[in-house]
T-cell receptor, first 112, second 109 residues
């Protein structure tokens, strides 16, 4: 079982650019959630995808958008990057409405 | 006031000690409670998942939930240097997880 996989592992972008992060869920899981973790903080919920639709969204601006594909993999897009967007972006997968979530290793985004 | 409060530590203990990690919360609607372990620059790893009040044991780990006091705990017995990590509590009503800030634990030989 490959578990949750995320790509890329690290990324450096310039302020104002756009970025796309990718996630493949654990085998058998159909729900993908994205979290942002700033240094020294707990992860903050961005949004959740189920059946290719955004089911729930946290307190993040519209610059953050996502997509889920028919194979349950997901992308997180961030437009007009700000320095404050520098963080570890985590993808978690789960099965349906179960809250037992498994995380990937994360993508560390640095905005300069 | 944050929905979930967790002492950030750091907590430093000798090998073999019993470690107690705690979180308090304010939202009585939380039903699911989790503990994650996170090593530096890695993703969180699920350690314990509980639904109701009471205790749940898995090897050296025991999770305790007291819904009446809105308080959860994680106990680690016979702590090892490999347990050195940040421990995150998380809780949920239905879908999204609300995390504490994490407690950094260091177990020295």
């Amino acid at each position: 079982d490959a578990g949750v996989t995320q790509s890329p592992t690290h990324l450096i972008k310039t302020r104002g650019q756009q970025v796309t992060l990718r996630c493949s869920p654990k085998s058998g899981h159909d729900t993908v959630s994205w979290y942002q973790q700033a240094l020294g903080q707990g992860p903050q919920f961005i949004f959740q995808y189920y059946e290719e639709e955004e089911r729930q969204r946290g307190n993040f601006p519209d610059r953050f958008s996502g997509h889920q594909f028919p194979n349950y993999s997901s992308e997180l897009n961030v437009n007009a990057l700000l320095l404050g967007d520098s963080a570890l972006y985590l993808c978690a997968s789960s099965l349906g409405a179960r809250t037992e979530a498994f995380f990937g290793q994360g993508t560390r985004l640095t905005v300069v | 006031q944050k929905e979930v409060e967790q002492d950030p530590g750091p907590l430093s203990v000798p090998e073999g000690a019993i470690v107690s990690l705690n979180c308090t919360y304010s939202n009585s609607a939380f039903q699911y409670f989790m503990w994650y372990r996170q090593y530096s620059r890695k993703g969180p790893e699920l350690l314990m998942y509980t639904y109701s009040s009471g205790n749940k044991e898995d090897g050296r780990f025991t999770a305790q939930v007291d819904k009446s006091s809105k308080y959860i705990s994680l106990f680690i017995r016979d702590s090892q240097p490999s347990d050195s990590a940040t421990y995150l509590c998380a809780m949920s009503r239905t879908d999204k997880l609300i995390f504490g800030t994490g407690t950094r634990l260091q177990v020295f030989p």
